[in-house]
């Protein structure tokens, strides 16, 4: 792969714009990172009020935004995967399924922190 030439401070202003470029596209595209935006915008205010240590509030804010990172990841995944072709293939439904079953341990993930937070 060619190198930009980009470097120091010029490289990040770039890398941040491709950033939020991404997720400008995960907004856009994908009804499953919205909804789990709406969900982000709802618990990472209320963990502020559940946590009683700086520790629970790190858990409960990484365990929602981890959520996200693996949406968009599987997203990247689901996108290279119908770039290559629309024929049915064994490795693109298993890359697909992958990047599913990642989202859904996000998600369990999620679930697991913020009950132990919560009733334990």
Known sequence: MAKTGYTGLTR?????GYSVLGL???FKHEAAFRQE????????????????T?????LLIA??????????LNSA???VVDRL??????????????GSAAVALALF??????????FY
Do not use: Y
């Open 24 to 26: 400008k596209a995960a």
């Open 12 to 16: 990040i202003i770039k890398a941040t």
């Open 85 to 98: 072709g629309d024929e049915l293939h064994e490795l693109s439904g298993r890359a697909k399924d992958l």
């Open 63 to 72: 365990s929602v935004m981890l959520v996200l990172i693996v949406e968009i």
């Open 109 to 118: 993930n999620l679930l697991i922190v913020w009950g132990l937070v919560i």
């Open 37 to 52: 935006l709406l969900l982000a915008l709802i618990l990472i205010p209320l963990s502020f009020w559940l946590a009683n």
């Open 77 to 79: 995944v689901e996108a």
């Open 54 to 58: 700086k520790v629970e509030l790190a």
